[in-house]
């Protein structure tokens, strides 16, 4: 059974810069893996914010962004801002049509 | 813009059926292939089922293999999930979402399902 690791947790003063990562259970990440980034607040449906590594979506503030980062998949989120206090998810293509969702890193701005 | 609508979560009994649907408008529905992602109370996300543009090809997460069928009626832009045999760990609020490339991009509001007696 693949698991895509995350944070559980990470603390962020306003301003400043943060970096989530998102593994492998076993083996590493690649740009192979299409790794993309959502965001999402308690109640409220997800919103995408990266995919294919480093394509951010439409709309999405230049504040963030992806990258791999030694053997993991990489969001930065630089200058943070109070409305970025929420949950993070990232997400790994398989292949053959199978897409695997991290375990999700709660981001707190403070 | 784009604009997803999912209908049809409610209250089941275990064992039991129910068929979701996802209205899309605003878009090329038949162009594009097409995720359902459902999240637990007060839990993580996870990856359901996905169906491409023509429905020639369908994928699904073995936690629902043999349970869900995922299916698109690209003359009425709309976007199926068939769930049988319901249990306690299928209780969740289910999103469509818009494929693009290899990831979710646009997003439904989601509808809850609970499986309870």
């Known amino acids: 059974q693949t698991v895509v690791t995350q944070e559980p947790s990470f603390s962020v003063s306003p301003g400043g810069t943060v970096t989530l990562t998102c593994g492998l259970s076993?083996?590493?990440?690649?740009?192979?893996?299409?790794p993309s980034w959502y965001q999402q607040t308690p109640g409220q449906a997800p919103r995408t914010l990266i995919y294919s590594t480093k394509t951010r979506s439409s709309g999405v503030p230049d504040r963030f962004s992806g990258s791999i980062l030694g053997n993991k998949a990489a969001l930065t989120i630089t200058g943070a801002q109070a409305e970025d206090e929420c949950d993070y998810y990232c997400?790994?293509?398989?292949?053959?049509?199978?897409?695997?969702f991290g375990t999700g890193t709660k981001v707190t701005v403070l | 813009q784009v604009q997803l609508v999912e209908s049809g979560g409610g209250v089941v009994q275990p064992g039991g059926s129910l068929r979701l649907s996802c209205a899309a408008s605003g878009f090329t529905f038949s162009s594009t292939t097409m995720h359902w992602v459902r999240q637990t109370p007060g839990k993580g996300l996870e990856w359901v089922a996905l169906m491409s543009h023509d429905g020639s090809n369908k994928y699904d997460a073995d936690s629902v293999k043999g349970r869900f069928t995922i299916s698109r009626d690209n003359s009425k832009n709309t976007l199926y999930l068939q769930m049988n045999s319901l249990g306690a760990e299928d209780t969740a609020v289910y999103y469509c979402?818009?494929?693009?490339?290899?990831?979710?991009?646009?997003w439904g509001q989601g509808t809850l399902v609970t499986v309870s007696s």
């Open positions: 997400v790994l293509y398989m292949g053959s049509g199978i897409y695997v």
């Open positions: 076993s083996g590493s990440v690649s740009t192979s893996y299409y």
């Open positions: 979402a818009t494929g693009v490339e290899t990831a979710m991009v646009d």
